[in-house]
């Protein structure tokens, strides 16, 4: 629903009023603050009259300094004899007549009116009172209920306020009887949460008083005015000891709830060991940071994750979270949201084209920002640019190893060194299970080790040679130990088919545990899972037939009644492929499948041990290679490390299948130390190295060569300058950079040697704004300011050209028959569009009669222009398979071209945000990055902005009646799970919970704007006061 259509302001009419006091009328400050996670708005939250205490009562309780302050006591025992005096002269339309502004919504009941001079939630509660008379069937009742016990809740908190009420209807002898009686019900279920102490009555005096809406005369209004101001001082004051207080609980300085949560959410009953002793070191203690390095399914996530709540709940700061895949940070974000439901924080998503720069400023709420390394990169800079990093309390890097990765490796870097030199207070916490040199990362990050070989499974290493096992002991001389022969009947044919004996390797654990083969190419993974099904017995497919049936039914459904023939094949089985030619959609339902049992057997690429968590009893390596390249020693470990489940599995175990050619080298790869983790901020020409000067000089954190030179050395690159700086000093380098970035005209040097300014450009700021690759900022400018002069909006191919990744076009050759019969099915506009940047039919023609063509042609733009073209039909037919059908594409690049091109179009967007020239493309962009981030029928996007939720699934909802967030939100999990196919519980449980919070997270994203808008400035000049006298 438009929540705005539910807001009237009104501003205030009787003269100035403090901004606090103006606030207070709107939405007072103790309802505001509990608001959101209150069962008044979250009503799938559990009723329980406890959550109506929130933690800032709490808190308050502890803090009762303010009782002392006599003056303040008697300034409000005279406020509340005014107020009753008022209250017997001003009659019911007094909410009106006063002018105060009402955010309720217009269906707001009597009931609710009753208490809002209590406890008012403004927009959250509109939110909420949308009636779900469009709920599902199944929904209603469930609906019903809880309107019921929101009223019992509502009456409840009448009976909370101390101050005599005005405007309310009268009341009847019975009404009171009643609510009598229904009090009485809620202050026994109220009874441990309800503070019957001075402060708190004294609170909840003050915060009605404050909300109390009244006309009266000048001076009364006058004096009221000064109360009001002071108790928001108080309040604030008592706001901040309280937020100073560190430790609130038992659970490692957290409340018992936090444990509970851990045990009903992830079903984590007690930490191991290592968990208990890294939480209680000194160094955590006194938060210095902290590299952790221990052994895949260590459960290094838990301890980080009660670090970040640590830092959410007792420090009152936000945390940031950064994951190396979208998959995963829509997977914690799922698994979290619940905890910011229960805890009052916020999870926001920073992924592909999510997150909003800078992040949305939150006075009531603290946030956990969930992000890949690129959008961690770009939030970190907007909050330097914004000085709020200040707010940012933890940051936490998971696979820190991924430091060594090229230019992703670079980013996590940039962004840890910018932490490092801008912010003495943000913690840094690195997490990894193969990092070789540990003291280069200490050094760089001033960071304390702590390292164990836990691992709960035990995971048992094997190499297959022909046809023996042989189990891998370092302590060995020969590395590997005689384990067992293996047993398996082949027929001449199978031998053939199979010389690896992969069926026999995977029969010994299928259907009953489960088992992941990895392959060295994406062919091959369907290759072998295809073979493997050809020599199955029929007892395979009757193993979870009926999910299975569903399953297939869904992969078909998602590709709007396409489907893999391969996959067609297999999932009968039990068996599937999972690498980057699957389509999201298909990605997502063969994992959520595996995960739950319904497939067996993976076989996947590499991509798998870094992407998703998804463990298996047996884990085999087909063969020691990715495509041509022999693997890395971190690469076999994280794939191995999949192994044994926790909790499910008493043994993982891995066998590597090798040729005896390269048993030599697979000694290394198995018993040796990983390798080490090299900075990459020179990788690609310096690529790295030339964006961080950019940002740092545009950023405006060195400004001068000392400051330069001084940050570079707090950098992993300056750690290991001997290592990696051998024909030039770094030093010598970043002069270089300098002075490229000059030519390109994104940055200026101005002065004398010793004494320079280092300014960025316009294009500069543009460049580093919107994170574009400086290869391609000058083209991007000149491409878009072209756009302008002749932007052709009638379709959408235009904007399209424009946002299509330059980095895409060297992956894809078009095909000439195909190019021109796409060409000719474009309208005429859209065809002088092509010839407009350089594309005119005339060339394509010729090109698909294979005449060559003499005329110099600029053949960037013309592949360009074709992967334009499909986009375009992309977002025409929304249906990936019969577009790549079309361009005789594969539906994996189609699929990468269209994130690719979603995450460009608002890098874009962002980069025109800088140059006022480019003013149009704004509007423009942010609809079409909407459009292509989703790539689905309108009516579906809204469900697909909870994370996790593909297309297929949000097709599901909507059929069902869930058709808007709201309705997801509010959606009961077990009846959502009984409704869907193939929804099971936790899943829905995730579902509901990601949404709520994102419903939470736009409203109170909705009220801080109106907060900002009604706040009355600071600096407003003096002669607008009212005269007093
Ligand atoms: N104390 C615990 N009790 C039971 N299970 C736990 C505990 N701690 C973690 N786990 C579970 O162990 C599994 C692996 O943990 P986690 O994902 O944190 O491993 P990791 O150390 O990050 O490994 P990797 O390096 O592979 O990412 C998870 O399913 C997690 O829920
Ligand atoms: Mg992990």
């Not at 609130?248 to 079903?267: D, I, N, S």
Request: aromatic share 6%; net charge neutral; charged share 25%.
């Amino acid at each position: 629903m438009d929540v705005n259509q539910n807001i009237t302001i009104k501003r205030v009419s009787s003269g100035k009023r403090s901004r606090e006091r103006l606030k207070t009328l709107l939405t007072p400050a103790k309802k505001r603050g509990s608001s959101q996670y209150d069962t008044n708005n979250t009503p799938m939250a559990d009723i329980q009259p406890a959550e109506y205490c929130s933690d800032h009562e709490d808190l308050f309780g502890a803090y009762d300094s303010i009782l002392e302050d006599s003056s303040l006591l008697a300034k409000l025992d005279s406020r509340e004899t005014e107020n009753a005096h008022s209250s017997s002269e001003n009659k019911p339309d007094t909410h009106q007549g006063a002018g105060f502004t009402s955010l309720r919504s217009s269906r707001t009941t009597s009931a609710n009116q009753l208490c809002e001079g209590v406890l008012t939630d403004s927009i959250l509660d509109a939110l909420e009172e949308e009636s779900f008379t469009d709920l599902p069937a199944s929904q209603l009742e469930f609906q019903e209920i809880l309107k019921n016990t929101k009223n019992l809740i509502v009456n409840t908190a009448v009976d909370k306020t101390s101050t005599p009420l005005r405007d309310f209807p009268k009341r009847t002898e019975s009404d009171i009887t009643q609510d009598a009686a229904v009090n009485e019900v809620y202050r026994h279920a109220l009874k441990p949460n309800v503070r019957k102490s001075m402060s708190d009555r004294l609170k909840r005096t003050m915060l009605s008083n404050a909300a109390a809406p009244f006309s009266v005369s000048r001076s009364v209004g006058q004096k009221e005015a000064v109360v009001s101001e002071e108790i928001s001082v108080a309040l604030q004051a008592m706001k901040t000891v309280s937020s100073q207080t560190t430790d609130l609980g038992p659970f490692f300085g957290l409340p018992t709830k936090v444990k509970e949560l851990l045990h009903k959410l992830k079903g984590i009953k007690i930490l191991y060991d290592w968990q208990e002793t890294c939480l209680n070191l000194d160094c955590v203690q006194r938060r210095k940071n902290l590299i952790f390095s221990l052994p895949t399914s260590g459960g290094k996530t838990l301890v980080a994750e009660i670090l970040i709540l640590k830092e959410l709940l007792c420090r009152k700061k936000d945390c940031l979270f950064i994951l190396p895949y979208v998959s995963l940070v829509q997977e914690k974000v799922r698994g979290l949201a619940s905890f910011g439901l229960e805890l009052n924080f916020m999870v926001e998503e920073y992924a592909g084209s999510k997150g909003k720069f800078p992040p949305v400023r939150r006075r009531t709420y603290k946030s956990l920002f969930i992000a890949t390394i690129e959008k961690a990169h770009s939030l970190v800079n907007s909050l330097i640019e914004t000085n709020r990093l200040d707010n940012l309390g933890l940051v936490v890097v998971d696979e820190l190893h991924m430091l060594g990765d090229g230019a992703r490796g670079a980013i996590i870097e940039m962004t840890l060194a910018k932490l490092l030199y801008m912010s003495k207070t943000t913690h840094i916490i690195g997490m990894s299970a193969t990092l070789g040199n540990i003291k280069d990362i200490q050094t760089f990050l001033n960071a304390e080790n702590y390292t164990n070989d836990f691992r709960p499974i035990q995971l048992k290493e094997y190499v297959k040679l022909k046809d023996t096992i042989f189990e891998v002991d370092p302590k060995e001389e020969e590395c590997f130990k005689l384990s067992r022969s293996l047993n398996y009947k082949y027929s001449s044919g199978m031998q053939k088919m199979d010389p690896d004996h992969i069926i026999a390797l995977v029969t010994e654990v299928i259907p009953t545990h489960s088992c992941l083969v990895f392959c060295p190419t994406k062919k091959n993974c369907e290759n072998v899972a295809s073979m493997i099904c050809k020599y199955l017995k029929e007892d395979f497919l009757r193993h979870r037939e009926a999910e299975k049936s569903t399953l297939l039914r869904e992969l078909r459904d998602s590709g709007n009644g396409n489907m893999c023939p391969v996959l067609r094949r297999t999932v009968p089985f039990g068996i599937a492929y999972h690498h980057s030619g699957l389509t999201t959609a298909e990605r997502k339902l063969v994992e959520e499948a595996y995960s739950s049992g319904v497939l067996c057997l993976l076989t996947c690429t590499s991509t798998l041990a870094a992407g998703v968590n998804l463990p298996a009893r047996r884990v085999i390596l087909r063969s020691p290679f990715i495509a041509t390249e022999f693997l890395k020693i971190s690469q076999y470990k994280q794939m191995v490390g999949r192994a044994g489940r926790a909790g499910i599995d008493t043994a993982g175990e891995s066998i590597l299948i090798l040729q005896e050619k390269e048993k030599k080298m697979a000694k290394s790869l198995v018993c040796a130390p990983v390798e080490n983790c090299y900075s990459n901020l020179m990788h690609d020409d310096g690529k790295g190295i030339l964006s961080l000067i950019l940002s740092l000089i545009g950023l405006n954190i060195t400004t001068s060569f000392v400051q330069l030179k001084d940050f570079l050395s707090g950098t992993l690159l300056s750690v290991q300058e001997t290592q990696l700086c051998v024909k030039k000093s770094l030093w010598d380098s970043a002069l270089e950079c300098v002075e490229v970035l000059k030519e390109k005209g994104l940055v200026t040097v101005e002065g004398a040697a010793q004494d320079v300014t280092l300014k960025v450009t316009r294009l500069g700021k543009a460049t580093y704004k919107g994170s574009v690759d400086l290869t391609y900022s000058g083209l991007l400018y000149s491409d878009l300011s072209k756009g302008l002069e002749g932007l052709l909006l009638n379709s959408y191919l235009h904007l399209l050209y424009l946002v299509t990744p330059y980095d895409l076009i060297s992956q894809c050759k078009p095909e000439w028959m195909v190019y021109l019969r796409q060409f000719t099915m474009l309208s005429a506009s859209e065809q002088n569009i092509s010839a407009a940047v350089g594309v005119p039919e005339s060339f394509v023609a010729r090109k698909a009669a294979g005449q060559t063509v003499k005329k110099n042609i600029d053949m960037l733009a013309v592949t360009r222009m074709y992967l334009a073209m499909v986009l375009f039909s992309l977002l025409k037919e929304t249906n990936l398979w019969s577009v790549a059908e079309k361009f005789h594409l594969s539906r994996g690049f189609i699929q990468t071209l269209l994130s690719s091109a979603s995450a460009f179009c608002s890098c874009v967007l962002h980069f025109t945000e800088e140059l006022e020239e480019f003013w149009p493309y704004k509007a423009l962009l942010s609809e079409l990055t909407r459009r292509l981030t989703y790539c689905v029928q309108s009516e579906f996007i809204p469900l697909m902005e909870v994370a996790g939720v593909m297309e297929s699934r949000a097709k599901q909802l909507y059929n069902a009646g869930y058709k808007t967030l709201a309705h997801l939100a509010n959606a009961d999990p077990s009846v959502l799970s009984k409704t869907i196919d193939n929804l099971y519980k936790k899943q829905a449980n995730q579902i509901v919970a990601a949404a709520k919070m994102l419903l939470n997270e736009k409203a109170s994203a909705l009220q801080e704007e109106v907060d900002d808008l009604l706040m009355m400035p600071l600096d407003l000049p003096s002669n607008t006061t009212v005269d007093l006298t």
